[in-house]
């Protein structure tokens, strides 16, 4: 963890962005205890699924799409957002001129303890590499979330940065891609994602509880899980299949 990363100190800008284009310097920070309760929940994605089914709530991605570079990983944290888009310019010409316009790395500068870095990124070629990894594991991000292509996942797997992508390509972004947007509003596979929004990802899949709902999706999640953790009980305990309880 890098010690001076707090919430009260902005660090120096790396410059790989505008400032304007840095929407929020800091990803708003969820209530107390919030993280730790979505912690708590044993195969939590599926449970926290279901609620938002109830409520009306749509987040939930499965790990067919967004699969994990780390098996057996599961993490909990505030949204970090980055929006990557093509550059302009030929690949050659970039490569060339070695102009690198990707700015994830700003992203990690600008990370808290327990933050999710999320990218809205492009398809086929790589939004994060494993020293970009090995950098945000540094800062105490919990891991991230790739719409996109990820690469080096043997580097990120050695420093232990958990990352759910689209897909691993060894073809760099950093003469093809260019970031245009930190902590604005982003889409992943449908999804809207704010920043500070409620990133949870496990095995199964990737759920984003809008911040504003989060505590709601929290209460009814501890329900849920409580009651089926019972129904587990029921079944070890011999109940027959006909009085097995139904209704959480």
Not at 48 to 55: K, L, N, P, R, V
Not at 86 to 107: G, I, P, S
Not at 110 to 129: E, F, H, K, R, T
Request: aromatic share 4%; proline share 6%.
């Amino acid at each position: 963890m890098n010690p001076a990363v707090t919430e009260d100190r902005l660090p120096k800008l790396t410059g790989k962005i505008a400032p304007d284009r840095i929407r929020l310097a800091r990803a708003p920070r969820p209530p107390r205890g919030l993280v730790e309760g979505f912690k708590s929940i044993g195969d939590a994605t599926s449970v926290i699924s279901d609620i938002m089914d109830e409520m009306g709530i749509t987040g939930a991605i499965g790990a067919s799409l967004l699969k994990p570079t780390i098996a057996g990983s599961a993490i909990v944290g505030p949204a970090l957002t980055v929006r990557n888009i093509l550059q302009r310019e030929h690949v050659y010409e970039t490569a060339r001129d070695h102009v690198n316009r990707m700015a994830e790395f700003e992203a990690h500068n600008l990370a808290l303890p327990g933050d999710v870095v999320v990218i809205d990124g492009v398809a086929g070629i790589s939004n994060m590499g494993g020293i970009s990894a090995q950098t945000g594991k540094r800062q105490g991000e919990a891991g991230a979330i790739v719409h996109g292509g990820v690469r080096d996942v043997g580097h990120s797997r050695r420093v232990g940065y958990p990352i759910w992508a689209t897909e691993i390509t060894p073809v760099t972004g950093k003469w093809r891609i260019e970031t245009v947007e930190i902590n604005g509003d982003i889409q992943v596979a449908g999804v809207r994602v704010s920043p500070g929004d409620i990133v949870v990802a496990d095995e199964t899949g990737v759920c984003f509880i809008p911040r504003d709902r989060a505590p709601e999706v929290l209460v009814r999640a501890l329900q849920k899980a409580s009651f089926e953790s019972r129904k587990c009980e029921a079944i070890d305990a011999g109940v027959s299949v006909a009085d097995l309880p139904t209704n959480a």
